[in-house]
């Protein structure tokens, strides 16, 4: 049986903005913003992800479409010291979706919650067990799209839920700016301020903001890569940026003009999501409605997110230990489940804490921030170093200078980025 393959240009574009798209977006990189210079803060973020995110896409885009496998084989082709580094790509994508998947539960009942009109605390949601029940569900809503297969699974999931996202957002963004607050919350989210700029803390929020938002650096564009045949690279993955940066922006627009016209902190982190945002819906008019669309859309975009980190691991199942794809789901559905389970565990009743810190925050802190940057730098250095140049740039096209500029961004700029970024989320903890 040849390699399986998506429908049209526009179902891969799709299926990837989907891996893009995710809790990052509407979520994280409001806060993000707001914590980092407003306004100012887009500067260094539009220079990572034009600089480094869409480089490195691109890049793992021709890996996966030179080769036609996924990260281990394609490595391995290079010999087989390097199918470790492949291996090791694999398995902190795997560690990041076992968390992942449990903050996408939290999202799904939190949707079910207002679309039943029954909001809830979110101490008393997690410290009870019905948070397990979710991780269980949405698992295994990411298991049956995955199993189906890239055509039937993962490309049609992503065709209706990315334009329901959209269609959402678009409505929740042309609310939020009808209210009273609206200005005030427009104007802490994008005022700018400059003098942010010199803190080297907010160069490296941005470039991580950058890798984790674009899912580049994991194998995940590589993986989906290697299941399209033509097409021009650059232009699908300019595409995907862009519109992985509207949404991520967008989103801050929906968010703080609802928490300034309610007059409420606007919080951090778990909090902002979790905690003010719902006590924001509560209080309105529609909030119910307001909030299950919500959570709706924020469920949809973490699960085309997660969706793509199970394909990684299963294509590797499939590529490298020719497991049928049924089998091969199965099994790290099996696996993921496992290991997310203390994630799931650490804000119920249990508590499972590490030196007092909740397994699912130091998974974020190991998995998502130290293990996403050591995946990005093995993949940049590999790619970048070792893999045939000529059969890259036979993928990417392109003239001379332009593939010479790109060469230098792969080999130099993203590694040493990287570097810096990595050493900066160590001081993040101790200093
Ligand atoms: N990009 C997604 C988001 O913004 C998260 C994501 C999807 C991801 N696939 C990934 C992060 C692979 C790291 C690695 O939420």
């Given at each position: 049986m040849g390699r399986e393959e998506w429908s049209s240009t526009l179902g891969f574009i799709l299926a990837s903005i989907g891996s893009a798209v995710g809790i990052g977006n509407i979520w994280r990189f409001p806060y993000i913003v707001g914590a980092n210079g407003g306004g100012a803060f887009l500067i260094p973020y539009l220079i990572s992800v034009l600089l480094f995110g869409l480089p490195l896409m691109v890049l793992e885009f021709a890996i996966g479409r030179s080769t036609g496998k996924s990260v281990v084989s394609a490595f391995q082709?290079?010999?087989?010291?390097?199918s470790v580094a492949g291996l090791a790509i694999v398995v902190i994508v795997s560690l990041i979706l076992s968390y992942y998947l449990v903050i996408t539960s939290w999202v799904l009942a939190y949707a079910l919650f207002f679309a039943l009109n029954r909001p809830v605390d979110f101490g008393a949601f997690t410290g009870s067990y019905l948070p397990l029940i979710f991780f269980l569900l949405s698992g295994l809503a990411v298991f049956l799209t995955v199993r189906s297969?890239?055509?039937?699974g993962i490309e049609k999931v992503a065709r209706y839920l990315i334009p329901a996202l959209v269609v959402i957002l678009l409505f929740l963004v042309a609310f939020s700016l009808t209210e009273p607050g609206a200005l005030e919350g427009a104007r802490f989210y994008l005022l700018p301020d400059y003098s942010r700029l010199a803190d080297p803390g907010v160069w490296t929020a941005a470039f991580g903001q950058a890798f984790f938002s674009l899912s580049v650096g994991m194998g995940v564009m590589l993986t989906y890569g290697s299941y399209l045949k033509r097409g021009d690279l650059f232009r699908s993955a300019s595409i995907i940026v862009v519109a992985d940066m509207l949404i991520a922006i967008l989103a801050g627009l929906m968010i703080f003009p609802l928490v300034f016209t309610a007059g409420v902190d606007p919080a951090?982190?778990?909090?902002?999501?979790?905690?003010t945002l719902p006590s924001v819906f509560v209080e309105m008019q529609f909030g119910m409605v307001l909030g299950a669309l919500f959570f709706l859309m924020l469920f949809a975009a973490a699960l085309t997110s997660a969706v793509s980190m199970l394909e990684v691991p299963v294509a590797t199942l499939m590529d490298s230990y020719g497991y049928p794809r049924k089998r091969a789901t199965l099994l790290i559905f099996a696996a993921v489940m496992l290991l997310g389970f203390p994630s799931a565990l650490s804000y119920t009743a249990l508590k499972l804490e590490i030196f007092g810190t909740p397994f699912l925050d130091l998974s974020d802190y190991v998995f998502g921030t130290i293990g996403l940057i050591v995946a990005g730098l093995i993949l940049s250095i590999v790619g970048g170093w070792y893999m045939d140049r000529t059969r890259i740039y036979a993928e990417i096209g392109g003239c001379r200078w332009q593939q010479r500029v790109y060469t230098v961004l792969i080999r130099y700029c993203v590694p040493i980025i990287l570097l810096i970024t990595l050493l900066g989320s160590f001081f993040q903890v101790t200093g």
């Open positions: 082709s290079l010999g087989q010291r390097f297969g890239v055509r039937e951090a982190g778990v909090n902002l999501a979790f905690v």
